[in-house]
């Protein structure tokens, strides 16, 4: 093995841990936690270590950037699992439900109206998350906690398979209070699955009920900023 294998699978045992103890404290296991890996600006030289230590769910925040390294990657190992995790603009609509397995960013009507389009043309349902905003933040993608529940109903409607909630609270405060926020809005609307809870705060949001944690730094180290 090289170095780069043998750090990524020290690195995913060790998240892979934490995760664990975290599920292990609210009652559930290791298998009821999905690691997503988000790899977003990580080449691909760095993303085959993960998958050869046996990571298969990956996170990308841009289509584009998704499209140029998974091709390749999915030709290597065809049971990757895809999620989308950044932002969406509707423009890039379909190009995102031809690539992706998971959605995690479905967050206005405009989107869901292009999404439900772009499934319906490729014939492919998309299973999505609904993010939100959940702490009011005006740069952040997300829709408004009074406006969830509406738009909970249009993606029902739409016949948009929904997962559950996604959050990513504000950044250098306490995240719990957000996370069992997203946990109480899900509940009240029957939604499972909760997305939440990054490098720094994936116990805590297992801890309050998270399913599925989005680690980047983590698993790869510090992102290349080019
Ligand atoms: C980058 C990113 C992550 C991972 O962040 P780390 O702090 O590196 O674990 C998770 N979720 C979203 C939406 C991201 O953009």
């Not at 319906?120 to 005006?138: H, L, S, W, Y």
Request: hydrophobic share 45%.
């Amino acid at each position: 093995m090289t170095t780069e294998s043998i750090e990524a699978a020290e690195r995913l045992n060790a998240v892979r841990d934490a995760a664990q103890r975290a599920a292990r404290l609210t009652g559930r296991t290791a298998n009821d936690i999905n690691l997503i890996a988000v790899s977003k600006m990580q080449e691909a030289s760095a993303i085959r270590p993960l998958i050869m230590a046996g990571q298969r769910s990956f996170g990308e925040n841009r289509v584009q950037e998704a499209q140029s390294k998974w091709p390749l990657l999915r030709t290597e190992t065809p049971d990757i699992t895809l999620h989308l995790v950044g932002q969406l603009q509707s423009n890039k609509a379909a190009d995102a439900v031809a690539l992706f397995d998971i959605i995690h960013s479905l967050d206005r009507p405009s989107l869901l109206t292009a999404l439900a389009r772009a499934m319906d043309a490729a014939d492919k349902r998309v299973p999505c998350f609904i993010q939100v905003n959940v702490g009011a933040e005006e740069q952040k993608g997300g829709c408004p906690i009074a406006e969830t529940p509406a738009l909970i109903r249009a993606a029902r409607d739409a016949d948009i398979p929904l997962l559950g909630l996604m959050c990513v609270p504000p950044a250098d405060v306490e995240p719990a209070p957000y996370f069992a926020l997203l946990a109480k809005m899900a509940r009240e609307e029957g939604l499972d699955r909760l997305s939440m809870g990054m490098s720094g705060d994936f116990e805590t949001a297992i801890m309050l009920g998270a399913t599925d944690i989005r680690v980047g730094t983590a698993l790869f180290g510090e992102r290349p900023t080019t």
